[in-house]
């Protein structure tokens, strides 16, 4: 699996979109992206994944750049429980028997009042 | 979310002794993870299971082995533990594909002394 580079830490004020950005400059084409989050001493938490196309659901945004070596990751209106650590982790879909995550160490992100 | 639980949820031991951790879901789901985190690694893959009696090793199962013979269950057992398997202990399930989203368990916090 490709490896990922985010910032480690960011601030974002309540109420406010949070952009989380991650380069995967060695991405391959049959190689998702994927974002998760962790919230303090909790389990981590799938948010949203996407090949190349921009994707929304109910928690955020995925802006992938057309050729696909770095995406964005929008939270729309942060509040304060979106603080937490959030992982971009690149994934194959095709490994056989199962599809393992890789995470690194992701961006810590502070959501302010 | 998945139903996951995760037991002990918190345990102290002594090194040398065994241990096991029981990660058990009630959703079905064919795939299931241990991931263990610690500061600076962020969360690393030990063993995983893709169906009842298919187990395989992920990238840090040294000193860990997994059984799975139903299920719904998915043990991680610690022969002798060292005080290097303290540690933050995930458990997390897969649904469908091998590439869909993991759902995580709250946690085991392990610490041998």
């Known amino acids: 699996d490709a490896k990922t580079t985010q910032p480690t830490s960011m601030d974002c004020a309540e109420g406010r979109a949070a952009n989380l950005p991650c380069n995967h400059s060695t991405i391959s084409g049959n190689e998702y992206v994927y974002w998760y989050r962790q919230i303090h001493s909790q389990g981590p938490q799938y948010i949203i994944h996407?090949?190349?196309n921009n994707e929304t659901n109910e928690m955020a945004s995925l802006i992938i750049t057309e050729d696909r070596k770095s995406s964005t990751l929008i939270l729309p209106h942060a509040t304060l429980r979106d603080t937490a650590v959030y992982y971009c982790i690149v994934r194959d879909r095709d490994t056989g028997t199962a599809s393992k995550l890789t995470f690194g160490t992701g961006t810590r992100l502070q959501v302010t009042l | 979310d998945a139903g996951i639980t995760q037991s002990p949820r918190h345990k102290v031991t002594e090194t040398g002794t065994p241990v096991t951790l029981r990660c058990h879901q009630t959703?079905?789901?064919?795939?299931m993870y241990w991931y263990r985190q610690d500061p600076g690694h962020g969360l690393r893959l030990i063993h995983y299971?893709?169906?009842?009696?298919?187990?395989d090793k992920g990238e840090v199962s040294d000193g860990y082995s997994v059984s799975r013979s139903k299920t719904e269950d998915f043990l991680l057992t610690l022969e002798s533990a060292t005080s290097s398997q303290t540690s933050v202990y995930f458990c997390?399930?897969?649904?469908?594909?091998?590439?869909?989203?993991?759902?995580f368990g709250p946690g085991t916090r392990l610490t041998v002394l």
């Open positions: 996407g090949l190349k």
């Open positions: 997390a399930t897969g649904a469908g594909a091998s590439y869909n989203e993991q759902f």
């Open positions: 959703e079905n789901h064919r795939y």
């Open positions: 299971s893709y169906g009842v009696k298919d187990t």
